[in-house]
């Protein structure tokens, strides 16, 4: 059974689990920020952004199987590494979504959610920073801000989508 936290697979998975974690924040925070504005509907937004988080945890999950069997791992750490990656990112995905369910107001539930990125990205700077002995600060804020910055870009977009195409749900 796979144990993430166990001693061994904390530095041999760290790489396809981060790989899973951040690419979900990334994607999932921008996604859910830019249905905020065009869907105007926390459930929708919710199963929205879960069904696209499962596609999405399930896509990373075989990508980085066929990444790993491409550079000449056999196929049992192919497929532990694989199910890291899509784990982390359905975890992820789960965390973020879960405000827009049990939140009514949807701008509440996007800064909650936001909220939850910057702790899931302290707690993954921290750990690294500890397991490769480099600076936490720099770290955290190069990926606070992509993060953020992605999220703006959807933001825009969703703004755009409201307003110019016409969603409204």
Do not use: H
């Not at 937004?45 to 399930?58: D, H, M, N």
């Not at 899509?86 to 800064?111: D, E, K």
């Not at 702790?119 to 770290?139: C, D, G, L, Q, V």
């Amino acid at each position: 059974m796979l144990n993430p936290l166990s001693k061994k697979n904390k530095s041999k998975y760290a790489g396809s689990i981060v790989l899973g974690l951040n690419d979900a924040i990334v994607e999932i925070t921008g996604t859910l920020i830019g249905l905020t504005f065009a869907l105007q509907n926390g459930i929708l937004i919710a199963s929205t952004g879960f069904i696209v988080g499962i596609a999405a945890s399930l896509s990373m999950g075989a990508s980085k199987y066929l990444s790993e069997r491409e550079s000449g791992q056999k196929r049992a750490k192919a497929i532990k590494s694989s199910a890291y990656t899509g784990i982390a990112y359905l975890l992820t995905v789960l965390v973020l979504i879960s405000p827009y369910i049990f939140l009514q107001n949807i701008y509440l539930a996007s800064i909650t959610m936001l909220f939850c990125v910057v702790i899931i990205i302290a707690i993954y700077s921290y750990y690294i920073s500890n397991m490769k002995s480099i600076p936490f600060k720099t770290r955290f804020l190069r990926m606070l801000s992509i993060s953020l910055g992605v999220a703006l870009i959807s933001f825009a977009i969703g703004l755009l989508v409201r307003n110019y195409i016409g969603v409204d749900v």
